[in-house]
């Protein structure tokens, strides 16, 4: 396979994830909550990570940042980034590693800020932990940091619940860009937000993005959201890959059933009103085969031609 | 189009409508026991939902609507207004709290199926208490069993799953449960509060089509709470635009979300993620819209002669057809500014292009 080898832009992987295969053991029966997956991010790329509640995205960013907690264990494959082995890491290796080289937001990262300390001596606690600077010149960067994101630096002073939920998401997003990491992970930044909302923060995302150069790990269930972002994504279902290509490429031909129907499901804001149908419940993928190329850069895993979603007549409930 | 989506739309806004709101208002107190300060949660709200169809009310959090739908279900007592289902007024005929004949009239399906079903039953006991309780038992045991296992089909689930426990079911299989609940009772009009939410993106689709399906083939009106703009369009025959405890723009869907008047909708409109029109985003638009909406509620009157708005209270514009019943009510509209017909006072009249965002890219 050679999926690692394309990429949008620059060919230079930061990160390269080969074969990861993650388990959930358990005492009786264990779970592959990811399986055999690969995937490389380019410099200064957008890789999207599309899927439903379960699929493994956000076990694939917490073994990146190797968060992974009992009972889960990665039992086989490699996470190499920018040349250095991920998996083989020391503990004071991984404490640079994260949030130097590789910064994370979570789902609900606005309430991960504490709610006792002013949102300025959070940010300070970082420059003077990771980078070595001095509290005055902490502070005067922390300032900065806030401006970078359209926050008043007079917010410094404000503990988290003065702040709104998108202003805190905001500041957290400014805090993961601190240290200037080649990569952010976005593990659903604005799920819990209002749609103008989500728009503007994301819109001050790209504009990081291009500004610093980082690479972003972009995981979301919203696929029009997704390729508006994406330069690349790839969708998953319980675990496995089942395709990859460039955003535009999913968005105007998806190829694999189950991507048809995670497009299917978001109605279109203009044109006529066509019925759409979604997946239907109960069905399920089950042994899906290793991805193969279709088109040049485009991945699909095979999969049988009278798979249950083209079959619309089985369709309950679905619109006539 | 497929013929189904077309056909409620022309029988709607014949006759009484199914639940009418008329100036509903509500405030609620805020401050200590003594204050007398209070915070106005909603504000002169009209809406009608006419027999089989369906409305959706849009708007962010915190711009009411769910208080809005909790007033209507009487789970808070309004502050002012009225509301009317099938002409009769409810809040004076039960006085003080909702009577069986209301919740018989009108059912609630709400946003989390996962905490809307005791997890201690089986779906059977769900509905048997609905039917019970409403007094739409069957006259034998088997009558009875005959209409769950017909309820469960309409909602598009295996008869069989009446013996589970809402743990064995998917999100999407409990939001089924939920609507057979509120289905179990006949109602006339079904409030759903954010339904689809919580489900995952591949099954709600399947949600919003049997509600639309119920629609079509049970006449059921209904009243869809979202801040899902999409699938306002998809579903619903006419949508409202709520801001700040005020509805400030409704229309028919299709209508309302192409021509947005309201720098509001507008907004809302132009912030929905789109691949069809990737790149539209401007932020110096988008600054603009903000102002914009920010002026909206409380301009003043501006001693424009052609301006129809009193100096307190902006009035309904019609916008565009009026077969498309689309208003907005706004101080910045200027009904005569734009041959099409929603541009707004702030801004330039624009040459060609229509004023809002999602127009420029929108492909025909």
New interface residues.
């Given amino acids: 396979m050679t999926i690692s080898q394309v990429s949008f832009g620059t060919h230079e992987a930061v990160l390269e994830v080969k074969n990861l295969t993650v388990k959930y053991i358990g005492d009786a029966r264990s779970t592959t909550a990811v399986d055999h997956v690969s995937f490389s991010i380019g410099t200064g790329e957008v890789f999207g990570l599309a899927g439903e509640s379960g699929c493994g995205k956000s076990t694939i960013a917490n073994s990146i940042m190797r968060l992974l907690k009992e009972p889960a264990k990665i039992a086989g494959g490699s996470i190499s980034f920018g040349g250095k082995d991920v998996l083989a890491m020391s503990p004071e290796e991984l404490r640079r590693f994260r949030w130097q080289d590789v910064a994370m937001v979570f789902q609900s990262a606005m309430n991960s800020l504490n709610p006792v300390l002013t949102i300025g001596e959070q940010i300070v606690d970082i420059f003077t932990t990771h980078a070595g600077y001095s509290r005055k010149e902490s502070l005067r960067r922390a300032g900065e940091l806030l401006e970078l994101v359209r926050i008043d630096p007079a917010r410094l002073k404000s503990y988290p619940h003065q702040l709104s939920g998108g202003m805190r998401q905001r500041a957290v997003i400014a805090m993961a860009v601190a240290l200037k990491p080649s990569l952010l992970i976005l593990d659903e930044p604005t799920t819990a937000l209002d749609v103008v909302v989500q728009q503007e923060i994301m819109a001050q995302i790209k504009e990081l993005q291009r500004e610093l150069g980082f690479s972003v790990l972009f995981i979301t269930h919203d696929m029009s959201l997704m390729v508006e972002l994406s330069h690349r994504m790839a969708v998953m279902y319980g675990g496995r890959m089942v395709e990859t290509a460039k955003a535009q490429d999913v968005y105007a031909n998806p190829r694999h059933p189950y991507t048809q129907a995670l497009m299917g499901a978001f109605p279109p804001l203009t044109g006529p009103r066509v019925p759409l149908t979604g997946l239907p419940d109960g069905v399920k993928f089950r042994n899906i085969p290793d991805l193969a190329e279709v088109a040049p850069g485009h991945f699909v895993a095979p999969f049988e031609a009278d798979a249950p979603v083209i079959d619309s007549i089985n369709l309950e409930g679905a619109a006539r | ?2 013929h ?2 077309m056909t409620s739309s022309a029988v709607s806004g014949t006759g009484t409508p199914a639940l009418e709101i008329r100036g509903l208002g509500k405030t609620f107190p805020i401050g200590g026991l003594f204050s007398r300060d209070s915070v106005r949660a909603l504000h002169g709200i009209d809406l009608s939902i006419g027999k089989g169809e369906i409305v959706a009310l849009v708007g ?2 915190g711009s009411g609507k769910s208080t809005l739908a909790r007033c209507v279900a009487r789970l808070e007592k309004p502050s002012s207004g009225e509301i009317l289902i099938d002409g009769v007024d409810v809040l004076k005929r039960d006085r003080f709290q909702a009577s069986r004949a209301f919740r018989s009239q009108l059912q609630m399906v709400f946003q989390d199926p996962f905490g809307s079903l005791n997890p201690a039953h089986r779906m059977d006991h769900f509905l048997r208490r609905s039917l019970a309780i409403h007094g739409r038992s069957g006259a034998s045991e088997r009558e009875t069993q005959r209409r769950l296992e017909e309820l469960m089909t309409t ?2 689930l295996q008869a069989d799953m009446l013996n589970s426990y809402p743990h064995e079911l ?1 999100g ?2 409990r939001q089924r449960v939920a609507i057979a609940r509120a289905l179990a009772v006949e109602p006339q009009v079904i409030l759903a509060d954010e339904p689809t939410s919580m489900l ?8 919003l ?2 509600m ?2 119920l629609r079509d083939e049970q006449g059921i009106s209904m009243l869809y709470i979202t ?1 899902d ?3 306002a ?2 579903l619903a025959d006419r949508t409202a635009v709520m801001f700040a405890g005020e509805l400030v723009e409704e229309g028919e869907s ?1 209508d309302l ?2 021509n947005p008047a309201h720098p509001y909708t507008q ?12 790149g539209s ?1 401007d ?1 110096v638009r ?1 600054a603009e819209l903000r102002q914009a909406v920010m002026a909206s509620t409380h301009c003043t009157f501006q001693d424009d002669p052609n301006q129809a708005c009193s100096s307190e209270e902006p009035v309904r514009h019609q916008v565009g057809d009026p077969q498309n019943r689309h208003w907005v009510r706004c101080h910045l509209y200027r009904p005569w500014a734009a041959a099409g017909s929603h541009a707004l006072a702030s801004e330039p009249v624009p040459s060609s292009h229509p004023a809002s965002n ?1 127009q420029e890219e ?2 025909a």
């Fill in positions: 189009m497929s189904s989506l962010e959090s909602v598009g998917s999407g299989q995952d993106v591949s099954v709600r689709i399947g949600v089509n049997l639309r399906k801040h703009l999409a699938s369009r998809y299709l979300l192409a907004l809302l409109v132009s912030a929905v993620p789109d691949p069809a029109r990737a985003y932020p988008r999602a929108a492909p």
